[in-house]
């Protein structure tokens, strides 16, 4: 099992930037590619962004140039740097993480609410 622990959420102005960061834990050895996504009231949830362990990234349309992933391999963590935040970016993030020794098997996090008011 792997353990996600989401952190970094909170509420910023429009235009503003924010970090969030996920740690994880326990049978790390054969995490491969993680990432975040997100879910807006009423709205189903959709991919953000991921990366791979050799550090290939992937983003959505809507968040390209804007948002950048990143991971530190040594505590199995992965970052999101949010800049330019819009109202729309509002949302609850949760992070994931796909076993590359397992596929199909997939752990996620509790998530981090983040709040961007115009």
């Known amino acids: 099992q792997v353990q996600l622990v989401a952190s970094g959420g909170g509420l910023v102005q429009a235009g503003g930037s924010l970090r969030i960061s996920c740690a994880a834990s326990?049978?790390?050895?054969?995490?491969?590619?993680m990432g975040w996504y997100r879910q807006a009231p009423g709205k189903q949830r959709e991919l953000v962004a991921t990366?791979?362990?050799?550090?290939?990234?992937n983003y959505a349309d809507s968040v390209k140039g804007r948002f950048t992933i990143s991971r530190d391999n040594a505590k199995t963590a992965v970052y999101l740097q949010m800049n330019s935040l819009k109202p729309e970016d509002t949302a609850v993030y949760y992070c994931?993480?796909?076993?590359?020794?397992?596929?199909?098997?997939?752990?996620w996090g509790q998530g981090t609410q983040v709040t961007v008011s115009s």
């Open positions: 990366i791979t362990g050799g550090g290939r990234t």
């Open positions: 326990g049978s790390i050895i054969g995490v491969g590619t």
């Open positions: 994931v993480a796909y076993r590359f020794d397992l596929p199909g098997v997939d752990y």
